[in-house]
């Protein structure tokens, strides 16, 4: 075995945290739902949704059989809904292809919805101990500094092969699961972006970029962030009854696909708010308002985007819902039953913000 692999194995025997998922490395769903999870996800983050996931579809059949709705409902706040939708849909390829178990072929794991190399290689080291290599954001890090590569590794082609390279090479025979999770690990807890832990590095002497002096100057990211900025209105309608109204977004949109939210539009170049509100009611209900009115802000970073969700409230004028827009999905909720529905993190907050409101108008009365 070689030296970097050698202490880096005894390095992580030694200081692994004991994480949920590593309970599971001998069932390739939990660890096909664990690295889909902690994609773009921390650790910290996902620990509870995966328990939570792990509790209610234990099984790739259980996932495969489960409604779509129920599905989202278990990720809602995790963010980049894809990831569930691809989950729910492998599984049931999964079942239908593979007689319900996972297959441990590169080719046909490739060929599942949402599997792209990274996750092919952590499931195929992670539980089936086959010699695949996996490049995600910790590896990428370490790898650029132990070997000083250099390029941009989120836009240079050259780079990224150069990387999955290393990381094969650096592929220690029958260990390649423990020694994928190890640099992963090694990465979280040691080489960190900002300020890495080089003192009590396994491999620091091994590191080039320690040796030229700056270990923070690898990967050499060159792009500066480019926010998007998003102005988003929401309009809480109330019924009679005073429940408010939910409607469902396509499943098959990118974005927040298969979610609910309150009826919703993204602000237009110089519309004002009110026009903004009253458009959301249009375009996603058909029905009838009166009485719209501001209630409140929330604000919401994802990726790139920057999203300011205004929320304004109004009444429905009367029991119109059921000829209005009848292709939409809807539902009308209280405080009690939103969390059957699977909400978008800036809509958990706008919906917060109105029902607080709301309680502590009560008590004032
Ligand atoms: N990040 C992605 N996959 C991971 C894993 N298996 N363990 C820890 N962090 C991870």
Not at 11 to 18: H, I
Not at 90 to 101: I, K
Not at 222 to 244: C, F, H, M, Q, Y
Not at 323 to 329: D, K, M, Q
Request: one cysteine or more; proline letters at 6%; hydrophobic letters at 45%.
């Amino acid at each position: 075995m070689n030296d970097f692999a050698e202490r880096l194995l005894d390095w992580f025997a030694g200081s692994k945290r004991d994480l949920p998922w590593r309970r599971l490395q001998h069932d390739p769903y939990a660890v096909w739902v664990s690295e889909i999870m902690l994609q773009q996800t921390t650790v910290a983050a996902v620990i509870p949704f995966y328990n939570k996931w792990m509790a209610r579809f234990p099984t790739v059949q259980s996932l495969a059989e489960a409604p779509l709705d129920d599905v989202l409902k278990h990720w809602a706040g995790l963010g980049y809904y894809a990831r569930a939708r691809n989950l729910h849909k492998g599984a049931g390829v999964v079942v239908s292809e593979h007689g319900g178990r996972v297959p441990s072929d590169p080719k046909q794991l490739l060929a599942l919805p949402g599997i792209g190399r990274y996750t092919a290689g952590a499931i195929l080291s992670i539980a089936f101990n086959q010699a695949a290599p996996i490049l995600d954001a910790n590896v990428i890090r370490v790898l650029s500094r132990v070997h000083a590569v250099p390029g941009d590794p989120k836009t240079s082609a050259a780079t990224q092969a150069v990387l999955w390279k290393l990381a094969e090479a650096a592929l220690p025979t029958g260990r390649a699961g423990d020694f994928n999770e190890a640099m992963m690990e090694l990465g979280a807890l040691v080489c960190e972006a900002g300020a890495p832990r080089c003192g009590t590095c396994p491999v620091a002497d091994l590191c080039a970029a320690k040796q030229l002096g700056d270990p923070t100057s690898y990967p050499q990211f060159t792009g500066v962030k480019k926010w998007l900025d998003v102005e988003d209105v929401s309009v809480a309608i109330r019924n009679p009854a005073r429940e408010v109204l939910l409607i469902q977004r396509s499943p098959e949109l990118a974005l927040w696909g298969g979610l609910w939210e309150l009826p919703r539009a993204t602000r237009q170049d110089g519309e004002s708010l009110e026009c903004c509100a009253a458009r959301a009611v249009r375009e996603s209900t058909g029905l009838s308002v009166t009485g719209m009115a501001p209630f409140g802000v929330v604000k919401h970073v994802v990726a790139n985007r920057r999203i300011l969700l205004h929320g304004f409230e109004a009444a429905a004028e009367n029991d119109q819902e059921a000829e209005a827009a009848p292709s939409v999905r809807r539902a009308w909720i209280t405080p009690e039953t939103r969390g059957d529905y699977a909400l978008a993190t800036p809509q958990v907050k706008l919906s917060d913000l109105l029902f607080q409101q709301e309680t502590q108008g009560r008590l004032e009365l």
